[in-house]
């Protein structure tokens, strides 16, 4: 028996209305590439904002090719928000992993039941707070390796391709009419019925080189030199093992000869996390290396590897926060 209801499910066969809440660049990519895909404004599509009031944004989008185009984009304010909220038939989150449970604790209480949330942001463990959270919302997960970057506030440049992985977790399904929008306006966009083994081993690539490159202060592709090998084998075996104990099977062989690919691809580029570091921003570590040993304390095993990249990267933060 379907969960939604003949109200609600006329309502999305007529205009479906998606809400996105954070405008970084993977926001604004998300945004500028649902907007493109239903240009006959088959789909309603909204950013969250924190402040009160609503305002119309110029949006500027530079894509591979170098061309730009803007649109005006609708900044839903918290005076407006129960009347959208209530509409919203998607909720895309795409926050930094530590940002999420804030960023949802005013805004789920609007939702309708019939809403569904998708969390896209990198590493694991907000999920589980957030479906502590739902009120009768299902709860759906995804990660993306499409680049992008920030030229300005409102003006972000897409710097690579990359598949966009996404599927259910909990609760009612993700109504077919906005999965299938979904998928047709993100490029090469997969759904899987389970999400969670895809998400691992993009946890396991991001494991390795996230922490190693922040900690060594270097571009991906110096990973590669062999006197980094035994530190990255360790970290990767270390969450091939805690996935098991999680009863989610991962081939420990094939996970870091993965990582090794992406450090030849990514060569020239510095992660999120070394970013992060760099600019004396919060990082993702928590959700990344912190998560696996969340998950192996829960189950007895050994993390040794990844606690110590875990410290490592806290005593950075923690060392340029103490300046501030």
């Not at 945004?31 to 402040?51: H, P």
């Amino acid at each position: 028996m379907s969960l939604i209801s003949q109200s609600a499910a006329d309502e999305i066969h007529t205009q479906p209305q998606i809400s996105i809440v954070g405008a970084g660049a993977v926001g604004q990519l998300i945004y500028q590439q649902l907007s493109t895909a239903n240009n006959s404004n088959a789909v309603s599509i909204n950013f969250i904002r924190r402040t009160e009031t609503s305002q119309q944004q110029s949006l500027t989008f530079t894509n591979l090719e170098q061309q730009s185009t803007t649109r005006i984009a609708e900044f839903v304010g918290s005076n407006d928000w129960t009347h959208q909220l209530l509409n919203t038939q998607l909720l895309i989150v795409c926050v930094k992993a530590y940002q999420v449970v804030a960023a949802l604790k005013p805004i789920i209480k609007l939702l309708s039941p019939n809403c569904h949330i998708l969390l896209l942001h990198n590493g694991l463990g907000p999920h589980l707070d957030v479906s502590k959270m739902l009120n009768g919302q299902g709860l759906s997960l995804g990660t993306t390796s499409q680049g992008a970057l920030k030229k300005s506030t409102w003006h972000t440049q897409q710097t690579g391709q990359g598949v966009t992985q996404l599927g259910h977790f909990t609760g009612p399904m993700l109504h077919e009419t906005i999965k299938k929008s979904l998928l047709s306006s993100i490029p090469q966009s997969q759904w899987f019925e389970d999400i969670l083994p895809m998400l691992w081993q993009k946890l396991a690539i991001n494991v390795a080189i996230n922490p190693m490159t922040a900690i060594h202060d270097c571009r991906n592709g110096e990973l590669a030199a062999s006197q980094y090998r035994n530190t990255i084998t360790a970290a990767v075996t270390e969450l091939a093992k805690v996935a098991a104990a999680e009863s989610i099977m991962l081939d420990l062989e094939g996970l870091i000869t993965r990582v090794y690919q992406v450090i030849e691809l990514t060569a020239a580029n510095y992660s999120s996390m070394h970013q992060d570091v760099h600019h004396q921003r919060k990082t993702e570590i928590e959700a990344i290396n912190g998560f696996v040993v969340q998950m192996a304390n829960r189950h007895g095993k050994n993390a040794k590897t990844n606690e110590q990249l875990l410290a490592n990267i806290t005593a950075l933060e923690q060392g340029y926060s103490n300046k501030t």
